[in-house]
């Protein structure tokens, strides 16, 4: 869904090094502008979709302790495999 894409986004804009990333749920919600019950339906359906595009690495971070730490799934190949497809964004 549209609304799945803009969260995967903006944890995509916070992701780390190791494709690592803890936004909180306050935080996309103003990123992408959608409400938080929305947000939270499409956390999940990136993690439980049947290609899961993030994971639930267990740890908490954030001042309380709280905010999922999310791993996005990336495909480490150089985009050319037999049958990848290459895509070029111009501007």
Request: aromatic fraction near 8%; charged fraction near 20%.
């Amino acid at each position: 869904s549209a609304s799945a894409k803009l969260v995967l986004l903006g944890l995509a804009s916070c992701a780390d090094q190791n494709h690592c990333a803890f936004p909180s749920i306050q935080w996309l919600c103003d990123f992408s502008d959608l409400n938080r019950k929305t947000v939270i339906a499409a956390l999940q359906r990136l993690e439980e979709g049947m290609f899961p595009l993030i994971t639930d690495t267990g740890d908490r971070r954030g001042r309380t302790g709280q905010v999922k730490v999310y791993q996005l799934a990336v495909n480490e190949g150089s985009g050319r495999e037999i049958g990848a497809q290459i895509h070029y964004c111009y501007r």
